[in-house]
């Protein structure tokens, strides 16, 4: 199992010609997957799409999110799921803090849908705090919907940040 991640797979900017293979991990690791409009819309918004390949494994995973002018909203983070559990995430929330401090983001939000404890999880170890819900946010089949939690994470300002 080890061999297939070897040697270790790497960080790429998400293009619309990766599509097709992003959108089977997608449709694998959600029940309401993003349309591949949505990705589109995103990437020809430039927000920042990072992905992590691996040379044969393929599409490993990938996060997209949405720069403002002091944060940075995280819309996306997946990972496949034969390919879970391995710290595949980790990696690329690693990717996606160091851009914001060299970019001197000073804050990450996110929504995850109350259910998602795998996630939930997985920010509250990296530093995310619980900041607000919002009702019935996510749809959840048969015209049910469900709760997300917001998220926030604070970066610290790196020297010769400019607080105004
Ligand atoms: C959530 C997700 C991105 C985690 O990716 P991953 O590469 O499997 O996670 P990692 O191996 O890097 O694990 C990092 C931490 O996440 C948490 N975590 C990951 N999988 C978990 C699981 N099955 N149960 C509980 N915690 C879990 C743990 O805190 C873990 O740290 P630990 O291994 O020290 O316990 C992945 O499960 C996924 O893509 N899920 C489907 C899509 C999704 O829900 N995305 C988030 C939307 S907000």
Redesign the pocket.
Known sequence: MNALLQPHPVLVPMTVGDLASVMVVEHS??SFPWTRGNFIDSLAAGYLAQMLVHDTAGVV?YYLAMPGVDEIHLLN???APAL???????TLLDDLERRCRESHVGKIW?E?RAS????R??YA?RGFAEVGLRRGYYPAGAARREDAIVMSLALPAEHGHELD
Do not use: D, P, W
């Open positions: 690791a959600y995973g983070l997946t990972v879970q559990r391995r710290g595949h995430s980790r996110l995850v998602n404890q795998r996630a999880q997985l170890q």
